[in-house]
């Protein structure tokens, strides 16, 4: 069970070297590579439509284009060799995001080559898993059509596809929405219609904690048990996705690394948490990440003690 943490995390640090070097440095076992256009990030005008969130047509858009990405094919052959050099590994990356968009054919057409290439780059950096989100307003049907496009190219390239919990937000009662695999119940419809030795579940805790979704953390361990191969670790206000360090908001762990180990877990401890990080000069950036690889190893203390 490595600890890790994602990579976007440290991008103010400098280029991907200097990241997994420093990540190394401070006492990760591995590193989780975030394959982001910087287009992702512009999506921030949302609206509901009868409980729904809708991204406007022109935002879409936007995203039919080429951008360029934090990683591509060579340059992942090039960090393969310095990472081994060095002796970190990459245990899984992040696609990127939104996969697909209800009736955007350009745009989803433009984000499934992207996400192939995701595979691609996942493979030469030889980690086995590649967290791909659903289409946040599509059906478990529609994301299972989406998901099997892909499945040749997990196959292919050796690597598994995670799905996570995602959610949409209701701007007038200001909580979170039901999308994708956000209800328990729904993620696990949504795995049932996959090929196991494909796809399996990467849980974002810090999302199944959000006040609107009706689940939690706990619920969703227990639920699709063994399913669940990875993890976003991070903390929140029961409200908002804050991405903080675990045990500085409101999420009670202890019944999380609990019920972890009752399922057995055997993946790794992977952050997902930039808030504080990003609010830090480049000189105490290292520092944290000391801090947070030590509370990486106390979380995996917890989930193994509490296995049966």
Known sequence: MK????????????????????????????????????????LDQAYTVKGIKKWP???????????PKVIDVEMAKKLRVYA?????VCNQTHAPYPSAFVGAKGYNEYAIQN????????SILGAKICVVHP??????????????????YAIKFGVKIALENMWNWDWEKDE?????????????????????????????????????????AVEMIKTLGNKIKALHIHDTDLHDDLH????????????IWKALGEIGYDGDVTFECWSQVKKLPKELVKPSAVFQAEIGKYIREQIIKNRG
């Not at 890790?4 to 990760?28: H, R």
């Not at 047509?57 to 951008?67: A, F, G, P, R």
């Not at 299972?144 to 499945?151: V, W």
């Not at 903080?244 to 019944?255: E, G, M, Q, V």
Request: proline content about 4%; hydrophobic content about 40%.
């Open 57 to 67: 047509v022109e935002k879409i858009k936007e995203l039919e284009v080429d951008n």
């Open 135 to 152: 289409a946040n307003d599509y059906t478990p049907e529609q994301n299972a059509e989406l998901y099997n496009r892909l499945k040749p």
């Open 84 to 88: 081994d050099e060095i002796g970190i």
């Open 244 to 255: 903080t360090w675990p045990y500085f908001s409101k999420i009670d762990f202890a019944p």
């Open 176 to 216: 979170a929405l039901p999308a994708a695999c956000s209800h328990h119940d729904n993620f696990l419809k949504h795995l049932e219609l996959l090929d196991q030795n494909v796809f399996c579940a990467c849980l974002d805790l810090g999302h199944s904690e959000m006040r609107g979704l009706n689940t939690c």
């Open 115 to 122: 996400i192939i290439e995701s595979l691609e780059i996942t």
């Open 3 to 42: 600890i890790s943490t994602c990579t976007s995390v440290f991008n103010d640090y400098g280029n991907l070297f200097e990241i997994i070097k420093m990540m190394k440095d401070a006492g990760f076992d591995a590193y989780d590579v975030t394959i982001f256009t910087s287009s992702v990030f512009v």
